[in-house]
């Protein structure tokens, strides 16, 4: 997977009822050469698989695809140990693993995990901290001594294994801000597309932080979480009426995400169902074997 790829991918299910078909999903996406498969990570629900558990699993599984957390729960993960799975899981897997982060959404379900809570700013300088200390504790080099205000290490060896990429589900401005310092790929929440006001105002945060640290912000990707249906017919509008995409025909999908990666820089898109649940087996088959690779050609022309 190269900085520049358009990667496609789906989102798994991960319900402790649902592994027989998790696996199935998994691997069918894998031979149809699909990029990515997505976990969401809910530690605090005890019928969901844990997030890197099943990565684990689904990765020693498979053979091309790479898998990653939509997106890990940073707070319940400490970072130096968030460190020594993703590089073993890299080095398990030969590369194929994303480090998806989050700062914490559900505060009051994560401190129910006995994690004290951070105020919203705190939370983000951690998120950001945590970034720059799984860097520091991958790819060699000497002994790590790190002093920051939430995570300080000492003296601790960093895997000899590249750090993976890191993608954010960044929403605040300074979430934002602090993606554009560190991050390699940005996941817009609330499954904002490339048409959203949302997209339209944040993806320039990104990049004012990202020059200003005097990085190129078209190293940064964008991977929209896409939830829609994949019909037999063309729909007569393939949004509604709040301009949100809803799907169509393989053709009307063809066109649009053609267009999102040539006109408005997208980079990837995670399926979803249009509950923005897991995705089919016929759905996933559809978008792997179809839609995927229309996309694909579409662009290297």
Same mark, same amino acid.
């Given at each position: 997977?190269?900085?520049?790829?358009?990667?496609?991918?789906?989102?798994?299910?991960?319900?402790?009822?649902?592994?027989?078909?998790?696996?199935?999903?998994?691997?069918?996406?894998?031979?149809?050469?699909?990029?990515?498969?997505?976990? #969401?990570?809910?530690?605090?629900?005890?019928?969901?698989?844990? *997030?890197?558990?099943?990565?684990?699993?689904?990765?020693?599984?498979?053979?091309?695809?790479?898998?990653?957390?939509?997106?890990?729960?940073?707070?319940?993960?400490? *970072?130096?140990?968030?460190?020594?799975?993703?590089?073993?899981?890299?080095?398990?897997?030969?590369?194929?693993?994303?480090?998806?982060?989050?700062?914490?959404?559900?505060?009051?379900?994560?401190?129910?995990?006995?994690?004290?809570?951070?105020?919203?700013?705190?939370?983000?300088?951690?998120?950001?901290?945590?970034?720059?200390?799984?860097?520091? &504790?991958? @790819?060699? @080099?000497?002994?790590?001594?790190?002093?920051?205000?939430?995570?300080?290490?000492?003296?601790?060896?960093?895997?000899?294994?590249?750090?993976?990429?890191?993608?954010?589900? #960044?929403?605040?401005?300074?979430?934002?801000?602090?993606? @554009?310092?560190?991050?390699?790929?940005?996941?817009?929440?609330?499954?904002?597309?490339?048409? #959203?006001?949302?997209?339209?105002?944040?993806?320039?945060?990104?990049?004012?932080?990202?020059?200003?640290?005097?990085?190129?912000?078209?190293?940064?990707?964008?991977?929209?979480?896409?939830?829609?249906?994949?019909?037999?017919?063309? &729909?007569?509008?393939?949004?509604?009426?709040?301009?949100?995409?809803?799907?169509? #025909?393989?053709?009307?999908?063809?066109?649009?995400?053609? @267009?999102?990666? &040539?006109?408005?820089?997208?980079?990837?898109?995670?399926?979803?169902?249009?509950?923005?649940?897991?995705?089919?087996?016929?759905?996933?088959?559809?978008?792997?074997?179809?839609?995927?690779?229309?996309?694909?050609?579409?662009?290297?022309?």
């Amino acid at each position: 997977m190269s900085a520049h790829d358009v990667v496609f991918g789906f989102g798994a299910h991960s319900g402790i009822d649902d592994v027989p078909e998790l696996l199935r999903m998994a691997q069918q996406a894998d031979r149809d050469g699909l990029d990515i498969f997505t976990l #969401s990570d809910h530690p605090y629900l005890g019928g969901r698989l844990d *997030a890197y558990a099943a990565l684990g699993f689904l990765l020693g599984r498979t053979e091309r695809i790479a898998g990653f957390a939509n997106v890990t729960n940073l707070p319940t993960r400490p *970072a130096p140990m968030l460190a020594r799975t993703v590089t073993s899981l890299s080095a398990l897997s030969g590369g194929r693993v994303v480090l998806g982060m989050g700062a914490g959404g559900l505060w009051d379900r994560i401190t129910d995990m006995g994690v004290p809570r951070l105020s919203p700013g705190a939370a983000v300088d951690a998120f950001e901290e945590a970034i720059v200390l799984v860097k520091l &504790l991958s @790819g060699g @080099g000497p002994p790590v001594t790190y002093e920051g205000n939430h995570y300080r290490v000492r003296r601790i060896e960093p895997a000899p294994v590249a750090a993976p990429p890191v993608w954010t589900g #960044s929403v605040g401005p300074k979430s934002l801000a602090a993606t @554009g310092r560190v991050a390699d790929g940005w996941i817009p929440g609330h499954a904002a597309d490339w048409l #959203s006001e949302r997209y339209r105002t944040s993806r320039p945060v990104i990049d004012e932080a990202a020059a200003a640290a005097g990085r190129d912000p078209g190293e940064i990707r964008t991977v929209f979480n896409l939830p829609g249906r994949i019909t037999d017919r063309p &729909l007569p509008a393939t949004r509604d009426r709040d301009g949100r995409w809803i799907g169509g #025909s393989v053709a009307q999908w063809v066109e649009e995400l053609t @267009g999102a990666v &040539l006109e408005h820089g997208a980079s990837g898109f995670t399926l979803f169902d249009t509950g923005h649940g897991a995705a089919d087996l016929t759905l996933l088959a559809r978008w792997g074997q179809e839609v995927a690779p229309a996309v694909r050609e579409a662009v290297a022309k």
